[in-house]
């Protein structure tokens, strides 16, 4: 019975130790860095500096971002200092309206609705919860509650607090302005759709002044938090890239980030197991040893997968990063059968990671664009876009193309596409619709 207990606890370890392996090379340099400091806190044989190893990041921005080439270089007497440092406090939106709040004469009861009101704008600077939730909180009636937030609406930004799309272009007008009031208050969807027309009989005035309107209107800020932190956003990581890319004339280096080297075994406890202690704390010292062993073997592994997996994509997107040539289609069984690696592996090797290149930082699985036959060989989606900006760049504005004769188009090319397929990248690309591209 004992032998058997044994059999089934040295398959559990082992496949437990598969798992952590294969979780492993599915985290990016952060969640590694995490879950390393976390591993030291429970094992005492691994010794492990938690300070990012950057000093690649650091020689590679100063070759290629002037932003953070200043900064080393107000800091090259002391290299050790992380980019991280540099960053200064910036306050939120709701800082801001906090503090804007704290100006006006309110009562106790007043300051406490606009507390509550505040805290439940969200991340786009709108109040979109029903008054009567702060009716619930803070015990008021709905007209000191509105009295409030119409206080709140006057603050900087503009627009902020706004319950609606109209109500936010509302409050950034001059409200003295009535037919631009009107035709905001009335023919917002108008004005979407492109309807013009409609616009200028229902307004009684000419094309081309409701032509300036529209223009006036477009420059209106339809997101009041664009330009401040958020809740969502201020604690946002950098983007830390695990790969960079160095091109030198028709050349390309992919180097990774060495995970590795700030994992050492304590000293002191392996010498431990050459002395004279209790087998329970030599079994104990084993175990971990073992464990450290393992996780530094895992991350080396890791490592190799990447690096083997990163080579291969930048290897089929060459012309890309040399020529900005559009993406070539490539799926992850492309690299799976280069790498001759699973597909499965692809999926964990690349995902959530960056990669660092002159033309900017982008993630690994950016490159992965689906096959779409043509004439003569395949073509991506990445393609596919590009001559879909460059068509409706060429098209004449008093007669937009549609969809299906974009789509038209591409067949003639030899891009067998459907309509549908257009209609999504065209969303994608955040090209408006026919009607709305028109101009008069």
Known sequence: MTKLDLTLKQKLNLTTNLITSIEIIAL????????????SEDNVFIDYDAFFEDKMFRDYIRQN??????YSLNNSENEDIEIQDSVKYEPTLKDVLFEQLGTLPLNELELSIGMAIIHNIDDDGYF???????????????ILILSVLKKIQSFEPLGVGARNLKECLLLQIDQTDELLFNIINY????????NLDKIAVSQNI???????????????NPKPSRGYKTDNNYDTLYIYPDIFVDVVGDSLTVRLKDSVSNVHINEHYLNMLDSDIDNNTRIYLKQKLSRTMFLIESIEK?????????????????EFFLNNSPLKPMGLKDISQLAQISESTVSRATKNKYIQTPKGIYELKYFFSSHISASNEDV???????????????????????????????NAMGIDIKR?????????????????????
């Open 302 to 318: 890791r490592r190799r997968t990447i690096q083997k997996v990163a080579d291969k994509i930048v290897e089929v997107q060459k």
């Open 28 to 39: 990016n340099s952060i969640e590694l860095y995490s879950f390393l400091e976390k591993e």
């Open 187 to 194: 023919h917002l969807d108008d004005i979407y759709k492109n």
């Open 420 to 440: 549908r397929t257009v209609s999504k990248y065209r969303e994608e690309l955040n090209i408006p619709i026919t009607k709305s591209r028109k101009k008069y």
């Open 206 to 220: 000419e094309l081309d002044t409701l032509k300036e309107y529209v223009k006036k209107i477009k420059t209106l």
């Open 128 to 142: 979109r919860i029903d008054i009567k939730e702060i009716s619930d909180v803070v015990n008021a009636d709905d």
């Open 380 to 410: 991506s989606k990445d393609s596919v876009c590009k001559h879909i900006k460059d068509i409706v760049s060429k098209e004449n504005p008093q007669k937009p193309l549609s969809d299906q004769k974009i789509t038209d188009i591409l």
């Open 65 to 70: 971002n002037k932003r953070y080439e200043d």
